[in-house]
């Protein structure tokens, strides 16, 4: 789910027969649920509604869903792999681990 450039997880509990989320890419906790397919997607939205109220309230900025800023670790011998590779492609290794990611990811989404 998305809203206002923020996403959303969303579980369903067969027990308590409720929809429930949180936003995600955000250290803070904001949660909503639903009974029902439209009362889950109204919820959402006002959680982000209120967690950006409640933000402006405080003074303090929103998160980010992401930052654009990504730390990687790997071994030495993969990270001459993707160099080489790079430079064989014309690029830098982030805008190279940059495409790579986003090509895998689009497989998912």
């Given at each position: 789910m998305k809203y206002k450039s923020y996403f959303a997880?969303?579980?369903y509990s067969a027990e308590d027969k409720v929809?429930?989320?949180k936003l995600i890419g955000i250290?803070?906790?904001?949660?909503?649920?639903?009974d029902?397919?439209?009362?889950?997607?109204k919820a959402f939205r006002e959680?982000?509604?209120d967690y950006l109220d409640f933000c402006e309230k405080l003074g303090?900025?929103?998160e980010r869903t992401c930052s654009g800023n990504v730390t990687?670790?790997?071994e030495p011998q993969e990270h001459v792999q993707i160099l080489l590779a790079a430079k064989k492609a014309g690029m830098s290794?982030?805008?190279?681990?940059?495409?790579?990611?986003?090509?895998k990811a689009e497989h998912f989404i």
């Open positions: 997880e969303v579980n929809f429930h989320g250290k803070a906790l904001v949660n909503f649920e639903g029902s397919v439209k009362s889950l997607e959680a982000v509604d303090k900025k929103p990687l670790r790997m290794v982030n805008k190279f681990i940059a495409k790579a990611a986003t090509e």
